[in-house]
């Protein structure tokens, strides 16, 4: 996931997202896909980069620059 725009956590402090994923096989092969449901909360924490609490679960100020990966697995 990657930060691709300004955060406001005055007018959006929380999302759910879904996140799809497949793989590109070659033909004949069968194609594989994956979901997960994404919860973000913004905290109103200034000049702080993102951190990762937990494999599972992580926070992202609403002041994360654009183009900030957030989560890598």
Known sequence: LKVLKSLDRESQSF??????VHDLPQL?????TSTAHVSI????????????LSPKLT?????TPI???????
């Not at 999302?15 to 799809?20: A, E, R």
């Open 28 to 32: 004949p092969a069968s194609r594989f």
């Open 59 to 63: 926070y992202i100020p609403e002041n």
């Open 15 to 20: 999302y759910n997202l879904v996140v799809q």
């Open 67 to 73: 183009d900030t990966i957030v989560f890598k697995a």
């Open 41 to 52: 909360i913004l905290l109103d924490v200034n000049d702080n980069p993102p951190a990762f």
